[in-house]
């Protein structure tokens, strides 16, 4: 049988399994095993388990559960509400300050946590009845807790970055600090577009409401006093990672014991919420396993076709300027991404793409970067935009059509800050090639 058809049999049954409704491994899984069935017969299924072990029992994948845990324990102290409180008095005195506060406020708190829709939960519930009280137009105010969530994905520790570097054999710790800087653009970018939104709205009596008072030095050493431990603990797993003091997976550990004290000893944690963690973490790596093995046969299936190959060559043939190949790529990503979860579509395209990376001469940890900011758009489009659902469960003040006319222009600042990043790789690489 040919490759071809081999190949074209296998996008049947992905396509098919998941129109009926299959788990994304399911579909993964059963259309690798039949490709590989299709071309060498029962004796290339038989390198499957060890292929497979090898995958799944690699020392920087053990970092995925940890980040995970350090996560939900972030999520359940109630550092997201402090957090929020302190940056929406030091920024009121600002238009549109209370948005602004939430923005930045899930920025850090993806920096604490890694995990995008925690970062809407924990400061959407917060922050979104708060913005609504002092006037915020509805749409403003919910897209400004669904897109910052977001930068959870892109803002290390990151969860995607992580698969991305096992799948492309690239270094995590270089991957974490290229997100950094990008990170840190798009959360200002968004500021920005609230920044002038407020200033067009004209909604000066609502805004003479967020002034208030000027933050007194006694203020400024009570939030100190509230938020050290946190940020201390950001500044150690980070900082030790960019040192190259621990790699990420000792630095997740070290989170997750530094994570764990703040929530016991700070935030009196109560030992039902200390099982929740634990529970909840287990139950998110193990599907984020399964699908990773599920990934790893599909990989099997396709290098041994030498499908990365073949679209690295098709794409070369349309003899197109490098450019125009990459907006040609993070497109079919933007689309792609509509239908498929971010850690799936990383897991799924990586491998294919990645032959085109390289045979482009573009730098994978740049690409690994561009692909993390393009799934921030995916988990806010629908139909599976998860910080879309994930908004719309812990409130009733706004409904989704509101939630969906409010986060679409925050979709249009991602495409810019998309483009910034294609147009200006140092952005993603300068930090990378400063650490030891």
């Given at each position: 049988?040919?490759s071809?058809?081999i190949i074209f049999?296998?996008?049947?049954?992905?396509?098919?399994?998941l129109?009926?409704?299959?788990?994304?491994?399911?579909?993964?899984?059963i259309?690798?095993?039949?490709g590989?069935?299709?071309n060498?017969?029962?004796?290339?299924?038989?390198?499957l388990?060890t292929t497979?072990?090898?995958?799944?029992?690699?020392f920087p994948l053990a970092?995925?559960?940890?980040?995970m845990l350090?996560?939900?324990?972030i999520?359940r102290?109630g550092?997201?509400g402090?957090?929020?409180?302190v940056?929406?008095?030091l920024?009121?005195?600002?238009?549109?300050?209370l948005a602004?506060?939430t923005?930045i406020a899930c920025?850090v708190?993806?920096?604490m946590?890694?995990v995008s829709?925690?970062a809407?939960?924990s400061?959407?519930?917060?922050?979104l009845?708060e913005?609504?009280?002092?006037g915020?137009d509805p749409?403003?105010?919910?897209?400004?807790?669904?897109a910052?969530?977001?930068?959870?994905m892109?803002?290390?520790?990151?969860?995607?970055?992580?698969?991305?570097?096992?799948?492309?054999?690239?270094?995590?710790?270089?991957?974490f600090?290229?997100?950094?800087?990008?990170?840190?653009?798009?959360?200002l970018?968004m500021?920005?577009?609230v920044?002038?939104?407020?200033?067009?709205s004209?909604?000066s009596s609502?805004?003479?409401?967020d002034?208030?008072?000027p933050?007194t030095?006694?203020?400024?050493?009570?939030f100190?006093?509230r938020?050290?431990a946190?940020?201390?603990?950001?500044?150690?797993v980070?900082?030790?990672?960019?040192?190259?003091?621990a790699?990420?997976?000792?630095?997740?550990?070290?989170?997750?014991?530094?994570?764990?004290?703040?929530?016991?000893v700070?935030?009196?944690?109560?030992?039902t919420?200390f099982?929740?963690?634990?529970?909840r973490?287990?139950?998110?790596?193990c599907?984020?396993?399964?699908?990773f093995?599920?990934?790893?046969?599909f990989t099997?299936?396709?290098?041994?076709l030498?499908?990365p190959?073949?679209?690295?060559q098709?794409?070369?043939s349309?003899?197109?300027?490098?450019l125009?190949?990459?907006i040609?790529i993070?497109?079919?990503?933007?689309?792609?991404?509509?239908?498929v979860?971010?850690?799936?579509?990383v897991l799924i395209?990586?491998?294919i793409l990645?032959g085109t990376?390289l045979?482009m001469?573009?730098?994978?940890i740049?690409?690994?970067?561009?692909?993390?900011?393009?799934?921030n758009?995916a988990?806010?489009?629908?139909?599976?935009?998860?910080?879309?659902?994930?908004?719309a469960?812990?409130t009733?003040d706004v409904?989704?059509?509101t939630?969906?006319?409010g986060?679409l222009p925050?979709?249009?600042?991602?495409?810019?800050?998309?483009?910034?990043?294609i147009?200006?790789?140092?952005?993603?690489?300068?930090?990378p090639?400063?650490?030891?």
């Open positions: 049988m040919g071809t058809l049999i296998c996008i049947v049954i992905v396509v098919g399994l129109f009926l409704g299959s788990p994304i491994f399911i579909c993964l899984g259309a690798g095993i039949a590989i069935f299709l060498t017969g029962v004796a290339g299924l038989s390198v388990q497979v072990f090898g995958a799944v029992s690699s970092a995925v559960p940890l980040f350090m996560g939900e324990i999520f102290s550092i997201g402090d957090l929020f409180h940056l929406s008095r920024l009121r005195r600002l238009p549109g300050g602004m506060a923005i920025a708190f993806g920096a946590c890694g829709i925690a809407v939960a400061i959407g519930v917060i922050a009845p913005m609504l009280k002092r915020y749409k403003l105010a919910a897209g400004a807790v669904c910052p969530g977001a930068l959870a892109l803002i290390p520790p990151s969860l995607l970055f992580i698969l991305y570097g096992e799948v492309a054999h690239v270094s995590v710790a270089k991957l600090a290229a997100g950094l800087l990008p990170g840190i653009m798009l959360a970018l500021c920005g577009y920044f002038i939104m407020e200033i067009k004209n909604r609502e805004f003479r409401k002034i208030g008072e933050v030095l006694k203020e400024l050493a009570g100190l006093k938020l050290w946190p940020m201390l603990l950001i500044i150690v980070l900082g030790s990672i960019y040192l190259g003091i790699t990420p997976t000792e630095s997740a550990a070290i989170g997750c014991v530094g994570a764990y004290f703040i929530a016991f700070i935030y009196r944690m109560k030992w919420a099982r929740e963690t634990l529970i973490s287990t139950r998110i790596t599907i984020i396993l399964v699908v093995v599920g990934a790893v046969v099997q299936f396709l290098n041994l030498r499908v190959d073949m679209f690295a098709f794409i070369v349309l003899n197109v300027s490098p125009v190949t990459m040609l993070q497109l079919m990503l933007v689309v792609l991404g509509m239908f979860d971010g850690a799936s579509l395209t990586t491998p990645l990376v045979a001469h573009w730098d994978p740049w690409f690994g970067v561009l692909m993390v900011t393009n799934m758009i988990v806010i489009t629908p139909p599976v935009g998860l910080n879309l659902y994930t908004l469960s812990i009733k409904d989704m059509e939630i969906l006319k986060t925050y979709v249009i600042v991602e495409f810019v800050g998309l483009l910034i990043l147009a200006f790789p140092q952005i993603s690489l300068w930090l090639s400063m650490m030891k």
